[in-house]
């Protein structure tokens, strides 16, 4: 087989010891999974004898060969040679890829493992016929793998091997993968100008009762997007364009009342649920991962607010984080003091890992952490002083959305929101939001209830929860009855239901304040 024709869509590492392969033959699994729909394979034994290899390299080709699919050997070029296989697949530690070369000849398939940058254009610039670029996320299945690359790490090799002129070198991803991340890493690994050719598994087929069944579902799963893509092309957005649109997307909130799922901290569950009230959602503040599933099918929106955290938390978020990625229902993440402590960081690295947030918002310590920036300080939940220019805020932001997939809001005095594409800055809102507990929570609620209904832009979702909230503290701002912030929270309340009664009475004049 040529390596240039080879799909890389769904490959199999095999896995041939009791705690994966079980009770199971080996041999029998690679069958299920070649009729399942595994378009490469690589047997990967660290343990068997030479000659036992060879033996194994053979049965497995003689069920791999009729399909069409390649069969590779791990490390040893000397088996590869001996079974006549299609090629070898090279970890750091092997054989060095050009002797590979001259001992297999240009006709062999030959892949490489990269851990980082370097590794992927070393070996790109060598000769790799594709990268194994991982490990993405933590998994059981191989002892000391170096780094966790998440996506984020797999998007900077892809995108720099392309800047590089190293486009046509095929890519999988590895480690971690299974039913319920492919189709999302996938899909934020397609953000980059380079594409992944496919993922790379061992446990999700090796381990599975039924193999065949495994690799039919996963190859389903990665021929498809997600059932939370974005669905249309991105529409400009103007002032005029957003001005023209809000009063009818608040209308619509009001009239669905969409149910709007609260994981949120102690201190603001009250105050939250009184914003979803007033918005014309319907409020469910439930932190119990395992009712999520019953609410996800509910047709709602979720935020997962990391506030007031706990150590059972994580598992509850990641929970409902699944059920609602499944079902495509929108999430937002407010990773509230995400610097703070080093549980909070974690919590943010494993929820990310966990599932897909259609919109990320924090402050400018926050966002800085989401985005992977190190040693950020933050002492509170409070957003403290701003210590990046307007200009890096927004290059920030952009960039993490990109990265994501998804939307990224960073609140402030300008409150700066991105698709990746389109970036836009607000700058309406009150300063007494700063002076009261649960404003951005709050607004993380407002937001999410808006996403529940305006599914096409979840940008323009964003940005009429943005202002709806901003331009109702404004107004409970300058009332007269309005002292100060312990005035402000009924009046704004008051406020935030008064806008929403106008969108439904058909009066739109409150968006001739968005700045
Ligand atoms: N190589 P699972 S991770 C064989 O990072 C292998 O290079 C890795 O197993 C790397 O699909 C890995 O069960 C094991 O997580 C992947
Ligand atoms: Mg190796």
Redesign the pocket.
């Known amino acids: 087989m040529a390596p240039s024709t080879v799909d890389y869509t769904l490959y199999l590492?095999t896995d041939s010891t009791p705690a994966i392969l079980g009770g199971k033959d080996l041999v029998a699994v690679v069958k299920a999974a070649v009729e399942g729909g595994a378009t490469i394979v690589q047997l990967?034994d660290k343990t068997s004898d030479t000659s036992e290899l060879i033996q194994i390299a053979k049965q497995l080709h003689q069920v791999t060969k009729p399909a069409g699919v390649p069969l590779l050997i791990n490390d040893r070029v000397d088996v590869a040679l001996a079974a006549g296989v299609d090629g070898v697949h090279i970890g750091q530690d092997d054989m060095d890829l050009k002797s590979a070369r001259k001992l297999l000849g240009p006709g062999a398939i030959i892949g490489v493992?990269a851990?980082n940058l370097e590794e992927a254009l070393e070996a790109a610039r060598d000769g790799a016929d594709y990268l194994?670029v991982?490990?993405v996320y933590a998994?059981p299945?191989?002892e000391n793998?170096k780094s966790i690359i998440g996506t984020a790490g797999v998007q900077q090799i892809l995108s720099e091997l392309a800047a590089q002129g190293f486009g046509s070198v095929k890519t999988v991803a590895?480690?971690?993968?299974n039913a319920g991340n492919a189709q999302r890493i996938m899909y934020q690994c397609a953000a980059t100008e380079k594409q992944l050719d496919g993922v790379a598994?061992?446990?999700?087929i090796m381990a599975s009762h039924d193999p065949k069944t495994a690799t039919q579902n996963l190859r389903k799963l990665i021929s498809e997007p997600p059932p939370f893509a974005s669905s249309t092309s991105k529409k400009q957005l103007t002032r005029n364009d957003i001005v023209a649109q809000l009063p009818d997307i608040i209308k619509r909130m009001a009239e669905r009342k969409p149910l709007c799922h609260n994981m949120t901290n102690l201190v603001v569950q009250n105050f939250a649920a009184n914003v979803a009230l007033a918005v014309g959602s319907s409020p469910i503040m439930s932190n119990n991962g395992l009712e999520a599933g019953d609410l996800a099918a509910l047709g709602g929106s979720l935020v997962i607010n990391m506030g007031t955290t706990t150590p059972e938390m994580r598992s509850n978020h990641l929970k409902a984080l699944a059920a609602y990625n499944a079902v495509g229902g929108p999430v937002l993440l407010d990773p509230v003091g995400a610097g703070a402590t080093q549980h909070r960081k974690d919590g943010v690295k494993a929820l990310m890992a966990g599932g897909y947030f259609d919109l990320i918002k924090g402050n400018e310590g926050e966002i800085r952490t989401v985005s992977g920036a190190q040693g950020v300080k933050q002492h509170g939940v409070d957003s403290g002083a701003s210590q990046l220019t307007l200009e890096d805020r927004v290059k920030l932001v952009t960039g993490t959305a990109a990265r994501e997939r998804n939307i990224v809001l960073m609140t402030g005095a300008t409150d700066v929101v991105s698709d990746g594409e389109r970036t836009l800055t607000i700058s309406n809102g009150h300063k007494y939001l700063g002076e009261i507990t649960g404003s951005g929570c709050t607004l993380g609620t407002t937001i999410a209830s808006v996403m529940a209904v305006e599914r096409d832009d979840k940008l323009l979702a964003a940005v009429a929860g943005i202002l709806m909230y901003e331009i109702a503290a404004e107004r409970a701002g300058i009332r007269e009855d309005v002292k100060g912030p312990g005035t402000f929270v009924p009046a704004f309340i008051d406020e935030l239901y008064r806008v929403r009664q106008e969108c439904v009475n058909g009066d739109s004049r409150w968006v001739d304040a968005v700045k």
């Not at 590895?174 to 993968?177: A, D, K, R, S, V």
């Not at 598994?201 to 999700?204: E, G």
């Open positions: 590492v990967r493992t851990n194994g991982g490990t998994t299945t191989k793998t590895i480690g971690g993968i598994v061992v446990s999700a």
